[in-house]
């Protein structure tokens, strides 16, 4: 039977997309956030495409583009991350997702974006790119910080090795505590409660290198992140010297975990260790974990080695399409240094 | 896995019980959906194409890729007859 793709009118077809992600993509509340993902984004709206079946049109799948800002090298370039990719159950024998994936591509190809990149979170999110012979361009590892053990020992054994709970939470402040005095005393760390302003756009422009691609954090962009987002709270901290602005973290609380989406800033070892350890400070008493998730070869992979965070596994593969010959093309062939945290690789 | 003396739905079936741990646990029927029950998911296809290539001399496109290809061993034994025919 024939299949084929179509981009979705985003306007006409919201409810038929809402139901093909809604069934194969249940964990998240689609409805409440479709608004702020697929308009609302200061980059621009999403560009989404069905596979139907021919002889019904039936809806069998769906993906779509998230426009996204991305510095490639000193260029500020705008790129899109595929994303809410979804597949009936009855149709996962790749050749849907294949057409969907090389719906994604049509972009790239017309100019429209400069690059797309997809990060497939387990191995059969790979198979399009197998087939297509793409190799990924960087993996996203997940590092985490045990904070305490009580909790969980608890869970497991009762309040039989309460003794032990306390003893192993003590081991684990003593051995963070050299760590956390490598801090600078002249940073200054606060919870920022308010929107971001045009200090943190400055900053973004501030922070490029010739060789890495990382995602734009212009004020726009972080406050549809992280303000104005349906699904999640976040809270903020930043670091200053002299009052000037010269890091933030973004992370949330979901359950007895932190989950850091994003460590940015100049002079980035300090203060990135300023950060962390605020945030360390602010939550070993309450929770167990704080974890995080950086690009092989980002330059906080030692930081959160020196932090005593530990690589738990890999959390994503990134890979990058983009136009032949064009000059982005190049400039990845180059293996430049992929700088993605937690934030560029969700949509 | 049978050798070459084995019938192609018995080949293909062994392929399936060997490499999918979930054909093998649900003990699966050749009439038995793989791809809505989860038993081969994309991955699996990739694998099973390769197995397909390997063993019965044929070439898999893309625009073959589809669910009435895939769904059960039945309809794989049918898509791989229809090539060898085709091809013969």
Known sequence: ?347 | MPTDGSSMNERIRAFVLEKFPLARKRSVKDSDELLESGIVDSLGVLDLVHFLEQQFSITVVDDELIPENFRTVDHIVAFVERRTTSSS
Not at chain 1, 52 to 79: D, E, H, Y
Not at chain 1, 112 to 129: E, I, N, Q, V
């Open chain 1, 1 to 347: 039977m024939k299949l084929f793709v179509r981009p979705v009118r985003q306007e006409s077809e919201a409810q038929e997309l809402l139901n093909i992600l809604q069934t194969n993509l249940p964990n998240l509340d689609h409805a409440r956030r479709f608004s702020w993902l697929y308009r609302n984004n200061p980059d621009g709206p999403a560009c989404s495409w069905f596979v139907l079946q021919g002889s019904s049109n039936q809806v069998v799948g769906a993906a779509s583009i998230f426009p996204r800002s991305m510095w490639i090298g000193t260029q500020l370039k705008l790129c899109g991350q595929v994303g809410d990719f979804a597949i009936s159950a009855s149709h996962r024998s790749l050749g849907p997702a294949l057409l969907l994936q090389r719906a994604s591509f049509e972009p790239v190809d017309q100019g429209k974006l400069a690059f797309c990149y997809d990060c497939p979170p387990h191995r059969a999110g790979m198979s399009t790119f197998v087939r297509l012979g793409i190799q990924p361009n960087c993996r996203v590892d997940r590092y985490a910080l045990p904070l305490r053990v009580d909790t969980r020992l608890r869970k497991q054994f009762g309040s039989s090795l309460a003794l032990a709970a306390r003893a192993g939470n003590l081991f684990l402040r003593l051995q963070r505590r050299p760590s956390l005095s490598k801090r600078s005393n002249d940073i200054e760390v606060c919870e920022h409660n308010g929107t971001f302003g045009d200090e943190f756009s400055l900053l973004d422009s501030a922070v490029t290198g010739p060789n890495v691609i990382r995602g734009q954090r212009s004020a726009a962009h972080l406050n549809w992140r992280y303000k104005e987002d349906p699904l999640h709270q976040y809270r903020v901290l930043t670091a200053r010297r002299r009052g000037n602005l010269i890091g933030f973290a973004v992370f949330r609380l979901v359950g007895e975990i932190v989950t850091v989406m994003d460590l940015f800033g100049t002079e980035l070892k300090e203060t990135a260790f300023a950060l962390l350890a605020a945030i360390v400070e602010r939550f070993e008493k309450s929770h167990e974990t704080i974890e995080a998730f950086l690009s092989e070869g980002h330059e906080l992979v030692n930081v959160f080695l020196e932090m005593h965070f530990r690589l738990r596994s890999e959390a994503a593969q990134v890979v990058a399409y983009a136009k032949s010959q064009a000059e982005v093309s190049e400039f990845l062939k180059r293996s430049p240094n992929w700088s993605f945290n937690q934030v560029e690789i969700r949509s």
